[in-house]
């Protein structure tokens, strides 16, 4: 089974920036695409961007553009997930997920998830 | 957008209860439609894709179905396991995707 280990808790300041990475095991990386999630304490799971090699650039959720960087390297295996300006409300678990198709046909689902990190936003 | 929407938003179960969980989307979306269940402190889990395809390893009792618009996640014999909250997400609209907002299923 693939892992995907996320990088430590973190807490910043109000106004700040945070970066997660994803990194992940085997050789898996190539050919997969990546997602991340975040769930707000007392709230769902929220789908914020991702990038899947097949579509190229990466895509965002509209309330996160202009606010949220998605990157991939391929080289360490390590997806990683960037978010800028940072608020209270950034307060979460991030996840990142890894995005699989069907082989052959256009059909895509989070399969794996990575362990999931803390950012806490306060002053 | 798609949007989802998902009824009820919780309900109460006991084990050994058939449970169903409602899933709609504001448009047509085929069957481009995965569930995941959300324990606290786990991460999230994929248990059917493609509206009615059941990831590997995850318990028969658990079953998708549905098309078009409306969708149905059921449990059909509740374990102590299964208390988690259920969310469905629309892959229609690849590379964006949505979820719905949750059915948290507790005990009775």
């Known amino acids: 089974q693939v892992q995907l280990v996320q990088s430590g808790a973190e807490v910043k300041q109000p106004g700040s920036s945070v970066k997660v990475s994803c990194k992940t095991s085997?050789?898996?990386?190539?050919?997969?695409?990546f997602a991340w999630v975040r769930q707000a304490p007392g709230l769902g799971l929220e789908w914020m961007g991702g990038i899947i090699p097949i579509f190229g650039a990466p895509n965002y959720a509209q309330k996160f553009q202009g606010r949220v960087t998605v990157t991939a390297d391929g080289s360490t295996s390590t997806a990683y997930m960037e978010l800028s300006s940072l608020t209270s409300e950034d307060t979460a678990v991030y996840y990142c997920?890894?995005?699989?198709?069907?082989?052959?046909?256009?059909?895509?689902?989070?399969?794996?998830w990575g362990q999931g990190t803390l950012v806490i936003v306060s002053s | 957008d798609i949007q989802m929407t998902q009824s009820p938003s919780s309900l109460s179960a006991s084990v050994g209860d058939r449970v169903t969980i409602t899933c709609r989307a504001s448009q047509t979306i085929s069957t481009y439609l995965n569930w995941y269940q959300c324990r606290p402190g786990k991460a999230p889990k994929l248990l059917i894709y493609a509206a009615s395809s059941l990831q590997s390893g995850v318990p028969s009792r658990f079953s998708g179905s549905g098309s078009g618009t409306d969708f149905t996640l059921t449990i059909s014999s509740l374990q102590p396991e299964d208390f988690a909250t259920y969310y469905c997400q629309q892959s229609y609209s690849t590379p964006i995707f949505t979820f719905g907002p949750g059915t948290k299923v507790d005990i009775k």
């Open positions: 997920a890894r995005v699989t198709m069907v082989r052959g046909v256009p059909i895509f689902y989070f399969d794996d």
């Open positions: 085997g050789d898996t990386f190539s050919g997969y695409g």
